[in-house]
């Protein structure tokens, strides 16, 4: 069966990215379509940031508490497996996404479900439940389809049966033993959660520290509480080749750097997890029959256009283009592409002009642009110690031509530690720009870092001076007090 449809936007990827273009661009009276093959609500709701952080918690309040006298004694066992996989399904509703298509519904906007692929500019055909539906777009579409996992050519790996992280997040039944392949957040978080689960776990890491991304002094700091916690850090590894039989899987190790024991070379294992990265997801959607190369991250500028279509109708958001790859920051991407084209196309308005003035005319903080992208990313991995980090790190500022000066302050010597626990420990970092006397960077190590992130965030976005910080009183005794005691070491 086939048919046709027109809405004024169509937006291609039902994500929590997708979801938010969807909310904003219908707000000044444009008709939306949303388009989705699988659940509304996407990776973030399913398979990536909600049941990673359920699988994670339960050991984290598990040590927080066995760290505090008085209630370590009420501590008994570890963690329930069985009760954590049981939450784990209540949060992402059985994967059921009901819910979510009730609110699709409630917004005003159409949800199509299927597969869209571009056959030329502002046409579409969506092929799902044995239909074919050509959809055209009279303003504008909308790419939000996020990223797929990199599978490494290592021979036998693909036909072993891996898990990618969504089978991570939606394991039924818990594996004796887990490789994981990588040192980015995903590998890092697995490796935590899957140990405290009861899995013997080897996290086998091509580079030479976890968490490139970050401050070095991050990275050491997770392989430590890994190690301390009896996973088996690999640095300086790679797989050579795989193969399953009745026993599991037999991983076969090249050179390793930094093996423990030094004599790994085959590591015998229930499952093994991919964490090598991830891809832009473009390859099946016709990008070429608008010139665009399939497979490539969709390049845009700050008000997420893509570039290289004529016409200005093409845009993306989130991991898709290559500049976002956090759930969070893709969100706020949405909401900057949702708000131009609701600007740029409104009912009343030819968009041809580029849209209202106050959209062209937009300041650099302007919600028209996402600005951030470009250096206020902020960024949270749920290890332990938590790692939270914003903006530049110090290489990734000198890099960029910045003459920084780098404070550094211990989180342990804070009065608000001490209270929290005895063996409190963490450190926090603000990379600074001499010459404007704002900071660039920020980054926190150590126990719920990541409610610290914020303030961060808001300084190096707002660019606001120290001398201005200094005005900011953190209370106390909290943790934040670090800010007054890194502004302190600054000569303030």
Known sequence: MSSDEEFDVVVVGGGAVGENVADRASRTGLSVALVEHALVGGECSYWACMPSKVL???GQVL???RAVPGARAAVDGGVDAAAVLARRDEVVHGWDDSSQVAWVDSAGITLLRGHARLTGPRTLLVTGDGRET???ARRAVVVATGSAPVVPDVPGLADAGLWTSREATAVQEVPARLAILGGGVVAVEMARAYADLGSDVTLVVRGEHLLGNAEPFAGEAVAADLRASGVRVLFGAQAVSA?????GVHLDLGPVRDAAPPEVATLHVTEVLVATGRRPRTD???LE???LTPGEPLHVDDALAVQGVEGGWLF?????????ATTHQGKYDARVVGDVV???FHPGGDGADGGPAVERGAPPWSRYRATADLGAVPQVVFSRPEVAWVGRTEQQARRDGLDVQVLSYELGDVAGASVASPEYAGTAQLVVDRARGVVVGATFVGPDAAEMLHAATIAVVGEVPLDRLWHAVPSYPTVSEVWLRLLESAGL
């Open 134 to 136: 050509v959809v055209r």
């Open 243 to 247: 193969r399953r039989d009745d026993g």
């Open 284 to 286: 099946q959607l016709g």
């Open 56 to 58: 994670l918690r339960a």
């Open 342 to 344: 609701a600007a740029r």
């Open 63 to 65: 040590e927080q508490a």
């Open 289 to 291: 029959s608008v010139g």
């Open 316 to 324: 993306a958001a989130g991991d898709v283009t290559g500049r976002t």
